[in-house]
C-alpha cells in the first residue's frame, strides 16, 4: 500500500478540520484558544515580538492569543505578502481589536498594510493542516513557513491546531521544519 501524497493528505486532513469545527457548539468554539497555556507562557521573555497569523474559516483560531499578547505588553507581527510571488515577511500588526490596520493580501487573508513597521518573530505560531507528536507540519504547500522558519529561526515555532489534525505519521522533506510544540484545545506536545 503506497503512502498518501501530501496533497491527498491536506485534502482529507481539510476535510476532517472542517468536519471537527463544524461539530463544535458556537459557544465552546467561542471559548477555545482564548489564553495561551501556563506551560508556554512561562517560555515567552517579557517583550518578545509575537508572530501570529490571519486564521481562515477551519483553522485554529489566533486572535484571541494576538489580544492577549498585545495586552501583555508584546509587540504582535502577522504574515506579509507584497504580492503572490514574494517572500513572507511579517509587519505590525497595531490593532488585534479592531483589525482597522489589516487590508486583504494577495492570496485574499487579511494582512497588515504594506506600510506598517517591519517586524521579525520572535516567538512564533504557525497555522497547519496536520501536525505529528514530533512537531512534524503539514502546512498549506506553498512552503512560505518552513522558508521563513529556515531564515529567521525564532525561539519557538509553536503550531495551533485542532485536534482532529494530529497524525502518527507525516512525509517530510529536508526543507520541513519541525515546530517545537503544537497547542490543541486538549493539550500540548512537544517540549516546553
Not at 505588553?73 to 481589536?97: E, K, N, Q, V, W
Amino acid at each position: 500500500m503506497t503512502e498518501p501524497s501530501k496533497s491527498e493528505l491536506r485534502r482529507t486532513l481539510r476535510m476532517a478540520r472542517k468536519a471537527h469545527v463544524e461539530a463544535l457548539p458556537d459557544h465552546i468554539r467561542g471559548l477555545l484558544f482564548h489564553r495561551p497555556p501556563a506551560p508556554l507562557l512561562a517560555r515567552i521573555p517579557a517583550e518578545a515580538v509575537i508572530g501570529l497569523y490571519h486564521a481562515g474559516p477551519w483553522e485554529a483560531p489566533a486572535a484571541a492569543y494576538a489580544r492577549f499578547f498585545r495586552d501583555a505588553g508584546h509587540s504582535i507581527a502577522l504574515p506579509h505578502f507584497a504580492d503572490r510571488d514574494a517572500a513572507m515577511t511579517f509587519r505590525h500588526h497595531t490593532d488585534p481589536y479592531a483589525q482597522d490596520d489589516l487590508e486583504v493580501g494577495p492570496f485574499g487573508i487579511l494582512q497588515p498594510a504594506a506600510t506598517a513597521e517591519p517586524l521579525i518573530p520572535e516567538i512564533l505560531f504557525v497555522p497547519l493542516v496536520g501536525f505529528t507528536a514530533s512537531g512534524a507540519r503539514l502546512g498549506q504547500g506553498g512552503g512560505h513557513y518552513d522558508r521563513w522558519l529556515a531564515e529567521h529561526p525564532p525561539l519557538l515555532a509553536i503550531g495551533l491546531a485542532w485536534d482532529a489534525q494530529a497524525c502518527d505519521s507525516l512525509p517530510t522533506e529536508a526543507h520541513d521544519v519541525p515546530l517545537d510544540a503544537v497547542v490543541t484545545p486538549t493539550r500540548i506536545y512537544g517540549t516546553l
